[in-house]
């Protein structure tokens, strides 16, 4: 485990395949650079807390290199985020970024597929009373993938709001960029808007988007009710299903179990 403690900046160069947990502690302000070697098969879990942060980070991936980075805030006032990330060809990346915290956030999320066979899937969760994100994935190159899933929960009187956006340029032939996302409104005093953008400028692509927004399902809260949950407890669990597709981003068995403790004592409601 890395603790970056007051830290204002921090590079991390990856030589070897491996798991790394980092914390992020008492910063408020980081500039986080991370980049792989070739060939380098490797999982992170960077975490932070504090009353408020402003994370910059850059990624570049080196090429064939394989890495699954999870980041995950518990940042109890206002936190600033930002992601840059670009690479060599053949890289992949899973991204996943977790937000359960009761604070105020902000994401602008950019990543450059310039070379073939570069491909990420970006994985986002949060508990929304006051969420923004803004990201883009841009194709410059043939044979790029790139796939953003965003799940949100929406508090009474909360605000969130997604901009995905995918923009495939000219010549860049046989990439695909894909988009989902899923918002659960606990009650209609909130506000949620979804906007999922496609900038396509070549032919032979595959490109798609698909968004439900809604509250939740009275079909399926009666049923859990009928098997002896209160309401409460109820939507609870539907709540869980929203947040538990962040621990699909990391294998490493241990943090998963840790990952989903917590989710679960977030959201969770006992009788």
Same mark, same amino acid.
């Given at each position: ?20 947990? @980092? ?16 060939h380098?098969?490797?999982? !992170? ?9 402003? !994370? ?9 290199s #394989? ?45 450059t597929l ?7 899937e ?16 841009c ?8 796939i ?9 009187n909360? #605000? ?34 979804v906007?999922?953008?496609l ?46 597709? @962040?621990?699909?981003? @990391?294998?490493?068995e241990?943090?998963q ?15």
């Amino acid at each position: 485990m890395i603790t970056l403690d007051a830290r204002d900046h921090y590079e991390l160069i990856l030589e070897k395949n491996g798991d790394k947990q @980092i914390i992020i502690h008492n910063s408020d302000h980081l500039s986080l650079r991370i980049k792989t070697d070739k060939h380098i098969h490797a999982q !992170l879990w960077i975490a932070y807390d504090g009353e408020q942060l402003d !994370l910059h980070t850059q990624l570049y991936l080196g090429e064939s290199s #394989d890495i699954a980075l999870l980041f995950w805030n518990r940042v109890s006032g206002k936190l600033n985020f930002s992601l840059n990330m670009s690479g060599e060809r053949d890289a992949h990346a899973k991204i996943g970024i977790g937000d359960l915290s009761e604070g105020i956030s902000s994401y602008q999320l950019q990543g450059t597929l310039s070379e073939g066979g570069l491909d990420t899937e970006w994985t986002t969760v949060c508990i929304a009373n006051h969420k923004h994100w803004q990201m883009e994935l841009c194709h410059q190159h043939a044979h790029t993938s790139g796939i953003m899933r965003n799940f949100a929960v929406v508090t009474e009187n909360g #605000d969130y709001k997604m901009e995905a956006s995918g923009r495939i340029v000219k010549g860049a032939h046989a990439s695909q960029s894909h988009q989902a996302s899923r918002v659960l409104t606990m009650t209609s005093k909130q506000r949620s808007e979804v906007l999922p953008i496609l900038y396509i400028d070549e032919d032979d692509v595959k490109a798609s988007h698909a968004t439900t927004l809604g509250q939740p399902d009275e079909n399926q809260l009666y049923y859990l009710q009928s098997r002896g949950l209160s309401r409460s407890a109820a939507l609870g669990l539907m709540t869980l299903g929203y947040l538990m597709p @962040i621990t699909e981003v @990391i294998s490493q068995e241990e943090w998963q179990t840790q990952l989903q403790k917590e989710i679960e004592e977030k959201v969770i409601i006992h009788d």
